[in-house]
T-cell receptor, first 117, second 112 residues
């Protein structure tokens, strides 16, 4: 159980185009999903917290107009990188939370590698 | 604020050696503590967790004990295998609904 999928697993796009990344919880409902970004050989950087049916909460320094997050259902959150540029190239990882016995556990997707040419 | 500090890597061990990766944390209240593992090119997998003081999380031969008195959650394994080569992240959740606070990760390389 507790499987999180991401699609696509990798994408290459031209500068100026927009890219949508989907994150799905396959066997559970996730009220809260998180989006992270990871640079090579570094830890994960939280970008935003996504709650179903409400606007995402972005971390300081993350442009909400550039990284659009939609959490349309309890099993799906999407991240759209708008007008992508080479500096947006990175590994994007989502996670979904299960709460059991008042404890949250996050399960992660396999990640999406974005390369902007 | 909340933070996690883990030992710098990379750590290189021979197969069947004993592994310890140190992790200490700073948090208000009573956080839940986690170890995640990341294999090359993949996302993170939950390795083990502990939700209260003195709890021991264990999985696949790895163990970690939640030590509130030393604010630590060190990861140990008695005999590592080549397949354990990966990056290990210590993390905490301070409160429900919050995101994980990650350490910087420790790269482990196990050689035959």
């Amino acid at each position: 159980g507790a499987v999180v999928s991401q699609h696509p697993s990798w994408v290459i796009c031209k500068s100026g185009t927009s890219v949508k990344i989907e994150c799905r919880s396959l066997d559970f409902q996730a009220t809260t999903m998180f989006w992270y970004r990871q640079f090579p050989k570094q830890s994960l950087m939280l970008m935003a917290t996504s709650n179903e049916g409400s606007k995402a909460t972005y971390e300081q320094g993350v442009e909400k107009d550039k990284f659009l997050i939609n959490h349309a259902s309890l099993t799906l959150s999407t991240l759209t990188v708008t007008s992508a540029h080479p500096e947006d190239s990175s590994f994007y990882i989502c996670s979904a939370t299960i709460r059991t016995d008042s404890t949250d556990t996050q399960y992660f997707g396999p990640g999406t590698r974005l390369t902007v040419l | 604020g909340n933070s996690v500090t883990q030992m710098e890597g990379p750590v290189t061990l021979s197969e069947e050696a004993f592994l310890t990766i140190n992790c200490t944390y700073t948090a208000t209240g009573y956080p839940s503590l986690f170890w995640y593992v990341q294999y090359p090119g993949e996302g993170l997998q939950l390795l083990l967790k502990a939700t209260k003081a003195d709890d021991k999380g264990s999985n696949k031969g790895f163990e970690a004990t939640y030590r509130k008195e030393t604010t630590s959650f060190h990861l140990e394994k008695g005999s590592v295998q080549v397949s354990d080569s990966a990056v290990y992240f210590c993390a905490l959740i301070a409160n429900s609904g919050y995101a994980l606070n990650f350490g910087k990760g420790t790269s482990l390389l196990v050689t035959p």
